[in-house]
């Protein structure tokens, strides 16, 4: 048994530090680093040994296949290569999924953490490098006349701070990431004063960086999390109305629908909507027009600066139907909707609050498929045994959520 345990330990640290360095080489690779040759080499470098020491660990681990988890990974993959041999090489995707596959020996409460140890340090790192001008600091100026801009700014004006990410955006959603992270983590312990720095960090990250929607999610979940709280007890009984289990249920798959419906009727949408969103319709119906939806994808680049046109799509399910695929694109949605459908059937809503606002940031931006989420698509391999791995402090409230013997939840 000794040397049993012996060996699990040795499988979990090997995860964890495979994961840490991902996590940072990720974050380095979304910064200003990139504007260097021999930083570009180092990542490309460091994501091809990540991948192969996670082959590795997957063949070491000798694991069965277990349909319901591992099918998606596989099959996510197979569709990924398939789309290479159409657009070109991409490992980003692969690694990620051989990441979330060989999650599965490694308990829920470990990765939290391995995590926002590993992004937080990713992030200081950029930060800091920015501040000894190390790296650039994009500055880009907008206009917007909206109620937010008003209260914070006192002007339509918006400086957009990057402080060393390629994007001003990246700063907001990295704040964002965190919160999202830490109360997963944390679930019904999340302190009030915890909630307070992050609402602090979210306006100081408004303020220079001028991202409204991650402002009005972080707020979103701020309250989510209290109105949860509210209603705990008719959560883990199973107390919700069917039309809140289908909208739970079905968010991604809403949002997809909604997302091309916007674009399908662009000529119908109010104009003032439109502009709300920075015309992210225009640009996402002049994207679809150009590239079109094809089985296999029109391209990793399509919709982005790097694509054949200088149309930028923000919508996240827009751009993963256009840049990867019908086939694809449909599966990701069902890997996220077996996702949140497998947690709601454990009632764990402090968990359920991120992924529902996951769902609706996703409207302006593309972050369905990126690694800021990783925590949450590794659960597609611990939903069963997730609570009794992260060992919550109360222990009251885990015997609601996992469930009982003979039943079906």
Known sequence: MEREYGIKFKLISIYNVILFFYIIVMVIGESNFMQYDFMNVFVSCSKLILLFLSAVYLLFLKRDIEFNKDIWMILLIGINVISMLQNGLEINSILLFIMIMISSKCSMDSIFKTFLIAFCIGCAIVFLSCAFNIISDEINIRYSADFLSSFFLHSNRYERHSFGFQFSNQVPFAVMTIYFVWIAWKREHVKLYQHFIFEVLNVYTFVCCGSRFVFIIIVGTNILYYWAK??????????????????????????????????????????????????????????????????????????????KTEIIVDNGYIMLFMQRGIIFGCLVIFFWTYIIRSVAKNKNPYILIQMIMFAVENFIDYQIMSFHFITFMCMVCHMYNELDECKTQDEINIKYLIPKEGTNS
């Open 230 to 307: 509210v209603r705990y007890t008719r959560v883990k009984n199973g107390e919700l109305k069917k039309v809140e289990l289908f909208l739970i249920n079905g968010v991604f798959g809403i949002g997809t629908i909604v997302s091309f419906a916007l674009v399908l009727f662009y000529h119908w949408v109010p104009k003032f909507l439109d502009v709300f969103l920075n015309f992210r319709l225009t640009y996402a119906f002049q994207a679809v027009k150009y590239y079109g939806i094809h089985l296999f994808g029109s391209g990793f680049d399509a919709g982005t600066f790097n694509g």
